[in-house]
């Protein structure tokens, strides 16, 4: 694979870059995390202004035709910033979903006014990406009129803010999406409180009835979602520990202690050594998993792999910048604590490290020598 970031991708995340910059201020941030949601309808506004919604997607929708190692240099880009927009779950995931796999109507319908953000979806996946035995079972059968959907889906993001929502379900035997609508009668939708302060949304649908133009694909549609709902995830968790290694390195660098800076210590250096050689494996792991799904090459195991690395690297990295940073590092005030939760809620989204090497070994186990 070719390592080195198109022109395409630095255009376009340096673009992000430049619009979170301007409009990403501390003082923004914590208006909107004071609301409970973080959702901020004006960057939202002035990203698809300047095309970014728009660029990732294909041109049947009105997009720039770009696609997943684009968008994971957006994601990148807005983790850095840790700004509050649904770009994951909106666009890379539900818009891009309808463009590739819906109807001409259904990419009028959804796709279209999702991708110059008059409309806001989401992907009722978490379960799918953490693998949990556990997770809520939601259940289609047909109707002589459509579809009638029962079950339930936990921590859906933007869920409280979504206009409709893909929801994976069983449906003759086999995973199939649906679009729902957040009015649809029969769908309940109750806030639930993550770790970083925002707000997702428990699902319950009891009944709900949808006609088939709103039946969106089967199996391939559902691994399409979840791999690229993975890979995404990955890039933003990038994003997050890129920053606050950042912020770690400069602390140590003027932090003074005993009349020298903490990062002239030995622990504290090696500690920084260990959170960066963990930042680059994220990237590296990151890449090679977004290029190959990119390809449509087999990418199981490289995505079982950059899962594995967010999740644990980005335990590790986040636990450094906020013990590197001693007091400051728990004041929930500073800056650094809004990376150190927002790692956090990467790293329950994606799963436990444990989880995705049985799953990596599982691969391993069943591919031939």
């Known amino acids: 694979m070719d390592f080195a970031i198109s022109e395409a991708q630095r255009e376009l995340g340096g673009l ?5 910059t301007d409009q990403v201020t501390p003082t923004r941030l914590r208006a909107v ?30 997009g720039g035709g770009l696609d997943l190692l684009e968008q994971c240099s957006i994601l990148i880009e807005l983790g850095r910033a840790v700004a509050p927009v649904p770009y994951l779950e909106s666009v890379a995931l539900a818009a891009a979903a309808v463009s ?8 009028s319908t959804w796709a279209a006014p999702a991708s110059t953000g008059e409309l806001l979806l989401t992907v009722a996946l ?26 339930a889906k936990a921590v859906v993001p933007s869920g409280t803010v979504a206009d409709a929502f893909l929801i994976p379900a069983s449906a003759d035997g086999a995973g199939a999406v649906f679009i729902v609508r957040a009015d649809d009668a029969g769908l309940s939708i109750e806030g639930q409180r993550l770790v970083d302060g925002d707000t997702a949304a428990s699902l319950d649908l009891s009944s709900v009835e949808i006609g088939p133009e709103r039946h969106l694909g089967g199996p391939d549609l559902l691994h399409w979602l979840v791999a690229r709902a993975t890979v995404g995830q990955c890039a933003l968790q990038l994003g997050v520990l890129e920053r606050a290694l950042e912020l770690t390195a400069a602390y140590a660098r003027e932090r003074e202690q005993f009349g020298r800076p903490i990062g002239s210590f030995q622990a504290v250096a090696q500690r920084l050594a260990d959170a960066y050689i963990d930042v680059e494996a994220v990237r590296l792991t990151l890449w090679e ?23 644990d690297a980005g335990h590790r990295v986040a636990h450094t910048a906020v013990h590197i940073h001693g007091g ?6 500073a800056p650094l604590h809004r990376y150190f939760v927002a790692a956090k809620r990467s790293e329950f989204t994606l799963g436990s490290a444990t989880a ?14």
């Not at 590739?100 to 990419?107: E, I, L, M, P, S």
């Not at 978490?126 to 079950?151: F, H, K, M, Q």
């Not at 995705?356 to 020598?369: D, F, I, M, V, Y």
């Open 356 to 369: 995705q090497l049985r799953q990596l070994g599982a691969e391993l186990a069943a591919t031939p020598a």
């Open 100 to 107: 590739y796999f819906g109807t001409d109507a259904q990419r």
């Open 33 to 62: 995390e004071d609301t409970g949601v973080h959702f901020d309808r004006e960057l939202w506004r002035a990203l698809a202004d300047a095309g970014v919604l728009a660029a990732c997607l294909p041109d049947t929708v009105g």
């Open 16 to 20: 992000t870059r430049q619009i979170l």
């Open 126 to 151: 978490t379960e799918d990406l953490v693998d949990s035995p556990e997770a809520p079972v939601t259940r289609a059968e047909r109707t002589s009129s459509g579809w009638v959907i029962n079950g």
């Open 289 to 311: 998993a977004a290029w190959r799904v990119s390809e449509g090459l087999p990418s199981t195991a490289e995505i079982a792999t950059a899962k594995f690395w967010a999740s």
């Open 328 to 333: 400051t590092g728990i004041d929930v005030d």
